[in-house]
């Protein structure tokens, strides 16, 4: 199993900055990608922003430019820079990993969620 523990939620102006964090502890697999997803009231969940282990990265178009994921992969933690903030960011802000073995399909894990709300 994997844990993750997010940090860094909060309440924030419009045009402020915000920095989440999440730490993956337990069997965790070098072959992986982490990233964010995030759900507004009355929306699906949707992704914010994702980094494989290899470091390839993918965007919502709706942050490019104003948001940056990160990793330290010797402490298997992602990290999530977020600027420029807008009211319509505002969402519960969930970490991803998917652990990638052979033979086996993709484990996918979830943390617990973390407020982001951007105020007007």
């Known amino acids: 199993q994997v844990q993750l523990v997010e940090s860094g939620g909060g309440l924030v102006q419009a045009g402020g900055s915000l920095r989440l964090s999440c730490a993956a502890s337990g069997r965790i697999f070098s072959s992986n990608v982490m990233g964010w997803h995030r759900q507004a009231p009355g929306k699906q969940r949707e992704l914010v922003a994702v980094m494989t282990s290899g470091g390839n990265l993918n965007y919502a178009d709706s942050v490019k430019g104003r948001f940056t994921i990160s990793r330290d992969n010797a402490k298997n933690t992602v990290y999530l820079q977020m600027n420029s903030l807008k009211p319509e960011d505002t969402a519960v802000y969930y970490c991803?990993?998917?652990?990638?073995?052979?033979?086996?399909?993709?484990?996918?894990?979830w943390g617990q969620g973390t407020q982001v709300t951007v105020s007007s």
């Open positions: 991803n990993a998917r652990y990638f073995r052979p033979g086996y399909a993709p484990d996918d894990y």
